[in-house]
């Protein structure tokens, strides 16, 4: 356990980096295993309602909750973490691994979703870029008059899936899609991405893009809808910092053809929302 | 109730029998008996007349001894009842039963009535009038008078017993005993009632049999065949052979089961899919939390024995080999949706071998030759290996099915061919210059998704859905109006005009119409009559592609002509509960994804083909 991270809080709450929650003690352990091996303090909870009563005497800066669980699922949870105003980032993981839940979960407030079985990669790629979202928030809070612009906001009229990739409809009837800044700011300094072809399918709450960073690490991007790709911005690949610097504009991924924008953005967020 | 038709048809023909011949033996022993009683009255006659001439010398001699002789000779033959001759008065003067001489006659009685009828009696007698039937004690008597008229030499003989003046003498009565005809009637009666009753037996156990034969036996077996199949054995059939209405009964029977059976698999296939989906689901998530365990801790353990290769080697395959099955649980849950294939540049060869790898065992057993002819020298193609590795896989386990345990041979075959895009270039996007999606899911073309455009024509209006394959026209039309030259398509949803201003069809010389398929140009074509005329520039410039062409032939048990439509639908299967009936057609949804196309040719128990082509260039 890191020394740094385990100390007492302001009213005298035990601080955690990491609270999982599952119903498979197997799952626990492995995640506490690796997490640990990454000097992170992790604690567990085998149901939603014992997470809630630690929730109560300790602080947790990321969690990691699985959907699928008897009693209260990860949906509700999620629903009472909200209530009490704790704003601990949330993992989702689930076995039932469908397009609806992970769609579900970044709507509802979940920075990330990882389908099971997982591998320990996988895992710390998504706990890195949580912990590194949860940075980026303090430094929000603790910096409020603006002397440095943390992350750039999504602009009105586009849609995003989470924190994850926004979409934004174009006059002609296509969309583009990108990676939101929060995206791009949580994988810190990418070394490469991978993109899929034109005429390739996207599924909304499937992986549409591949980040490598300096560890080999890979960072997957959801899609926002479901289409298929027109054309991929040849411009990213061949300078990668147009992501960082323009992200919603000249840093797109794709232009892609909607099966049923009118119905999929409804399953999105609308960014408008987010400047009120 | 067999019995009861049965019962029914013996109980009328009976009566209709006994009736016939009740009528027919009436009559018949009515004119028989009449023609006997003619013949004794003949007889009669006859014996009465014979009597009279005898005795007439006697009698004119008055010599009452012999005449007395002859009348008892006569008398007492047998058959003969009695003769007698009355004078006048009605006195018997003679008789053959000696008691009664001398008694008188009453002249009321039987045999003077004809005569004495009348107040005065008759002194011509017609010959019809002399005979008459009495019932004697025992048995009916037949008499015949025979008047005894005055003549020149009676009262001119010696003896002057009669004078000139009187017409009668006397009568001669002659009866003869009906007994011996009696009996023959009688004998008649009962030899027809003996008839009519054997008659009616026999009919009866004639209609009996064959009522059995040909009513009750199939109806049994009907009534066996719906008990069957109401208690679920669809698959009972009825012995259709017959040529009469029970065969066509039967035919239609079996028919209706084998709609039946039909349906009951086309609702078990889709209840099954639904169930499949629960629990595929339920399976998912089961399944995925232990290989998460494995998953987790084999990568974990990976990550620290970078240093120790001999280890790390082994758990790269653990972990491979998680990530695997990971996909298999993925592509559970992902079946009933079309999952993006994850496309690589592989060499098919390698594919096909590791799919032929996956079912040699069951080919071996299964006593199935298989043949690869692989043509050298293809080069890499961009698929799914692992979705094409499944369809390898899919067909050659369809074939071996098909061929069965008695053994046979597979040959699986690739080779490069070239492909004029005309005619199989799929169109698999459509918008209207307001980028208005044309693509009808609902509507399917051959499998595919059809092209849907609203029509005007002759102020008439219509939906028309364009065959999505390039140049092939299996164009379906909503409309019930012949199309007019001045026709024109819009979008439906836009009512844009999709026509071509000033164009026309270098065939026919129809108006053009056009639409735009996403960055790949414009496809332009006509509706004239009997005119299929198509043009897509962009893919015509591309000129013949490359294909890869993979067969995959079986010398198995065929389709049927009119299930070969059918077979890449999803659901449809023939192997009951076997199958689910999703493997064509997740087949065919790989290879679509692919662009390419797969065709089947088949006859039946000759062997199916399958053929695949894939594009070379994925675009």
Redesign the interface.
Known sequence: MNSDTVSSGSRGKKQWDILVIDD?Q??ID??V??CS?ENFSVDSAIDAQIALTKLVKNNYRLIICDI?MPGMDGFEFLDELINRRINSALIMT?????VDNAVRSLYSGAIDFI???????E?LSSVNRGMKYIEIQSLLKTQKDDSAVVYVPCPAKYYRLGYSSWAAEES???VLIGATDLFVKTIGNFSSIDLL???????QG?SCAYFKDQQERIFTLLSPITG?I??SNSEIVKDKTLLEKDPYFEGWLYRM?P?DSEYELKKLINCSSDRL | MSKKIGFKLIFIVGIAAILIIGIFSFYNIRSQSSALLAEVERHANQLSETVKHSTRYDMLLNQRDRIHTIINTIGNQPGIHDVRVLNKEGEIIYSSRGKDIGKMVDKNAEGCYACHAANKPLERLPITDRTRIFQNDSSRVLGIINPIYNETSCWTADCHAHSKSQTMLGVLDVTISLADVDNQIRKGEIDTLIFALSAVVALSLLIGFFVKKWVDKPVKELVNATREIGTGNLNYVIDEKKSDEFGLLAKSFNNMTKKLSEARVQLFQSDKMASLGRLAAGVAHEINNPLTGVLTYSSFLMKKTQDNPEINEDLKVIVRETKRSREIVKSLLDFARQSVPKKNKVNIEEIISRAVSVVENQLSINHIELIKKIEKEIPPVTVDSNQMQQVFINLLVNAADAIGPKGGKITLSSSMIKLSPYGITHIKQAVCPKRHDLTDNEVKIDGLPSIKLKIYSDEKQGFINLDPVYGRSHHIFHFPFNIEKDYKLVCPKCEISLMEEGKRCPDCNAPVYTFEVPSRGFVQGCLGKDCSWQKWEAVDIAGQKDYLEIKISDTGCGIPKENLSKIFEPFYSTKGQKGTGLGLSVIWGIIDNHNGTIKVESELNKGTSFIIHLPLEQN
């Open positions: 498979e197997v799952i492995a995640i295993k690796i091996s699928m689930t076995g039932f691994s469908t389908p099971k079985p997982f591998t320990a990669d895992l002609a009837g296509s072809n034109p005429d390739e399918e996207l599924i499937n298929r027109l054309e053809l099966s």
